[in-house]
Nanobody, 127 residues
């Protein structure tokens, strides 16, 4: 059973930085991990994804500002967020697929491919 728990959300000013962490357990050897976000009244958005071979994918809105990484590929997931903007304000969730052999599909999202989800951590960016 995969379990995920996010941490690191906070309130920051525009231009600031935050690092989100997701403690993961039970993640299969072939998988995608991802960060998703949802702001009030808006649909869930795929922020960044990483496959177990290290390939990554980013939403256009965060390219060049956010970096997704893992420590050993399975236990801890991170999202380094720089140059934060008010539009980044949302609840951020980490998620994992089940065993997944086609990295191209889960890297592209959407969230419906991800079976396991954390509880979320709030990020608020003020102007």
């Amino acid at each position: 059973q995969v379990q995920l728990m996010e941490s690191g959300g906070d309130s920051v000013q525009a231009g600031g930085s935050l690092t989100l962490a997701c403690a993961a357990s039970g993640v299969p050897s072939k998988h995608c991990l991802g960060w998703f976000r949802q702001a009030p009244g808006l649909e869930r958005e795929t922020v960044a994804t990483i496959y177990s071979d290290g390939r990554t994918n980013y939403a256009d809105s965060v390219k060049g500002r956010f970096t997704i990484s893992t420590d050993n590929g399975r236990n801890n997931l991170y999202l380094q967020m720089d140059d934060l903007k008010p539009d980044d304000t949302a609840m951020y969730y980490c998620a994992s697929t089940t065993v997944w052999f086609n990295g191209d599909t889960c890297l592209a999202g959407p969230g419906s491919l991800y079976r396991y989800w954390g509880q979320g951590t709030q990020v608020t960016v003020s102007s």
